[in-house]
């Protein structure tokens, strides 16, 4: 038995597979229906007008989206930022760039300070990434 603290209200209760408590857990669905049901008849709704028609934290209509619960790509308009660059993705954390960034980051990032800088940009423009997005960050 593993007692954890609710995210949502702070209560403790015993985690079993959902990180909620009981409470939470029952709004959580109830919300959730409300939101499907609202999406159904406003498929090209946005996530904030979303919130606000539904009266749903948009906190958690986000999270369900970057969980895979609610899939932005069938509802054009619910798109969360991606965590490292901004740009609008479909679910999970991170754009499919940041991704392949992140994951080869660590080489480049060591090249970067050894003063390669110029050719690493000539090498994102190459992958079309955001070049003036990529100077301001450097
Ligand atoms: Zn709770
Ligand atoms: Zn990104």
New binding site residues.
């Given amino acids: 038995m593993e007692l954890r603290n609710c995210p949502e209200c702070g209560r403790v209760f015993t985690f079993i597979k959902v990180n909620l408590c009981p409470a939470c857990r029952e709004q959580d669905e109830k919300d959730f229906e409300k939101v499907k049901k609202h999406l159904y008849d406003h498929p090209q709704i946005g996530v904030v007008e979303l919130a606000e028609q539904t009266e749903v934290d948009e906190s958690k209509i986000v999270r369900w989206i970057r969980e895979g619960r609610i899939v932005g790509k069938n509802y054009t308009g619910l798109q969360v930022p991606?965590e490292?660059?901004g740009?609008p993705i479909y679910e999970g954390r991170?754009?499919n760039?940041?991704v392949h960034e992140l994951t080869r980051g660590f080489t480049a990032s060591i090249r970067k300070e050894q003063g390669e800088q110029k050719s690493k940009i000539t090498f994102d423009n190459k992958a079309k990434f955001h070049t003036k997005k990529q100077l301001g960050l450097n």
């Fill in positions: 991606c490292r660059c740009r991170f754009c760039e940041c």
